[in-house]
């Protein structure tokens, strides 16, 4: 049988393309504003989430996206005030979040270290029928979002202190994109995982732009990545029988590295090619 | 709604743009402007002079509404800042080294972020807005570089897409923090021109310069700073010119009395 024939990998698939989707079309916006790493701490912070909806009986989506964009208005709220001791507030939100998640799950009825994995690292076998319908509707939510909002949030990641000035709601647009990063990060965890989720927002965005020149066309060109890594690295998972998040992740570091390689290799033959630029001389002011 | 009642692009020139009335303000801890008053009126151009540290660029990160009023009053176009919403008659260049963040951007995206205070989050751009951003970019010299990446850029060009994005908004009032730090002549006098071009339509401008160069000829008041108080606020005088040159010409040179200004 081929994978596409399987039930759950159908699931599965619909899911990936979805989350392929979301997770670079935020991110874009998190590695302009140089946070590349907050999705990582807001993964960490989801599992508590989940870890809550094993304990109250309910689905651990849910309780996650609760937990986690309430974190990540947290997060942002502590970034914005710009203190010192900020980051140290951000390390225990972090690591208290996922210590407690973990703690939760092991003493929660039907938490064991297997389920405990299937959320921290992604498992394809774990999308069910239900989760299609709230994945596919947290997607498209992230979607609207990130896309209809697109010159509002470029503006704000681009330089706050001009967005401000431009009249823009900056610290409602700041706190809208840490919700979006939450809500990916839960619509994600199921195929990549909490821990992994953060490098499908990245590793995408970093790749595009070693070939592209315009923010539209990284956004995009990220987007178009994220779908074809997530899709190939699932099938990938497939056969090889490995979990799925760290498949999708190896595979779209493995492509950064080519794409990057190759860009590098091509600056240094023209740079071989060409006369060198010429040493200009110092203009003298009058 | 101001739009409506704006008569046209010329502003009546009496009517104040800027109105400062004994400001205190700072970041965190102490202060920074100890109760400064200024007054910009529409089509005037006003320097803001000083050392680093006198508080020249709290006073217009103050004015712009970036640093929070710890009492006194701000006044933009007649209406308290708390209350101002028209922020698209405001041009803000901010103090930067770079226009680039963590993703490439192209001079026509960060200037195009100018007109964004013109349109409502849901309408699209139409052809007007795109024509005020190509008019814009056209007028600070970069034509043909539409498409490149500011990282691309010189300094001096990656500050003149900050100027364009100020511009695009079609502003009655620009403020503009340190705009001739560390950049080539061609981009002082780019933005010299294009200065002109808008305070010819009624524009005020406040500015605030280490270096006037080209500057200098559309200067119409002087306001010196000196440690959070406005130590001179009058016609530029041949010594702040002397003293201007001199730190032109000499940047690192040693200076006897430096923040003095010729100021008693």
Redesign the interface.
């Known amino acids: 049988m081929n994978f596409w024939q399987y039930a759950f990998m159908q699931r599965a698939l619909i899911a990936a393309v979805l989350v392929g989707l979301s997770a670079p079309a935020v991110g874009?916006y998190l590695?302009?504003?140089?946070l590349?790493l907050v999705g990582d701490g807001i993964g960490h912070i989801a599992l508590t989430g989940v870890a809550l909806g094993f304990l109250l009986g309910t689905a651990p989506v849910l309780t996650a996206v609760v937990v986690a964009v309430l974190g990540a208005i947290l997060v942002e709220t502590i970034m914005a005030r710009g203190k010192a001791s900020g980051d140290v507030a951000l390390a225990l939100l972090f690591y208290g979040g996922i210590a407690l998640g973990v703690l939760l799950i092991s003493l929660s009825p039907g938490g064991n270290s297997s389920t405990l994995l299937t959320y921290l690292f992604g498992s394809l076998v774990s999308v069910g029928p239900g989760d299609v319908a709230v994945i596919a509707l947290l997607a498209f939510v992230v979607l609207a979002v990130a896309f209809g909002?697109r010159?509002?949030l470029?503006?704000v990641?681009?330089?706050p202190?001009?967005?401000?000035?431009?009249?823009?709601p900056v610290s409602a647009l700041n706190i809208t994109l840490a919700a979006l990063t939450a809500v990916t990060v839960t619509l994600s965890m199921r195929v990549v995982g909490v821990l992994l989720i953060s490098a499908l927002m990245v590793v995408p965005?970093a790749t595009a732009?070693q070939v592209?020149?315009?923010?539209?066309a990284?956004l995009f060109g990220a987007v178009l990545l994220g779908v074809a890594l997530s899709v190939s690295g699932l099938i990938g998972s497939f056969y090889l029988d490995t979990p799925s998040g760290p498949t999708v992740v190896v595979l779209a570091v493995l492509v950064f590295v080519v794409v990057a390689g190759a860009v590098g290799l091509r600056h240094r033959w023209h740079l071989h090619r060409k006369p060198g630029p010429q040493p200009q001389p110092l203009?003298v002011?009058? | 709604m101001t739009d409506v009642e704006r008569a046209g692009p010329t502003q009546p020139t009496a009517k104040s743009a800027v109105t400062v009335r004994a400001v205190v303000s700072g970041y965190d801890g102490d202060p920074v402007l100890h109760g400064v008053d200024l007054d910009v009126a529409g089509g005037q151009v006003v320097a803001l002079l000083g050392t680093n540290g006198s508080g020249k660029s709290t006073l217009v990160k103050t004015v712009a509404g970036l640093i929070p009023l710890r009492s006194g009053e701000v006044e933009l176009f007649g209406t308290p800042l708390a209350q101002f919403r028209d922020w698209a008659r405001v041009g803000y260049v901010p103090q930067r080294t770079t226009a680039a963040a963590g993703v490439p951007a192209t001079v026509r995206e960060i200037v195009s972020a100018g007109r964004l205070p013109r349109i409502p989050w849901w309408r699209p751009s139409n052809g007007h807005d795109r024509t005020a951003v190509q008019d814009a970019i056209d007028q600070v010299a970069l034509s043909g570089k539409e498409r490149r990446p500011v990282a691309e850029l010189s300094g001096g060009q990656q500050q003149r897409v900050l100027f364009a994005r100020a511009l695009a908004t079609e502003p009655d009032l620009l403020i503009l923090d340190e705009p001739t730090a560390g950049v080539d002549l061609v981009t002082q006098q780019v933005l010299a021109a294009s200065l002109a071009q808008r305070v010819a339509h009624g524009a005020a401008v406040l500015v605030v310069a280490h270096e006037l160069g080209p500057l200098l000829a559309l200067i119409d008041r002087a306001v010196v700073m000196r440690e959070g108080h406005v130590a001179y606020d009058g016609p530029l005088t041949d010594d702040m010119v002397g003293r201007l040159e001199e730190d032109h010409v000499h940047p690192h040179g040693p200076h006897t009395n430096r923040d003095s200004w010729g100021l008693r």
Do not use: K
């Open positions: 874009t590695v302009q504003r140089r590349s909002l010159r509002q470029f503006a990641c681009q330089d202190e001009y967005a401000r000035v431009a009249g823009l965005v732009q592209t020149r315009s923010f539209r990284t203009t002011r009058p």
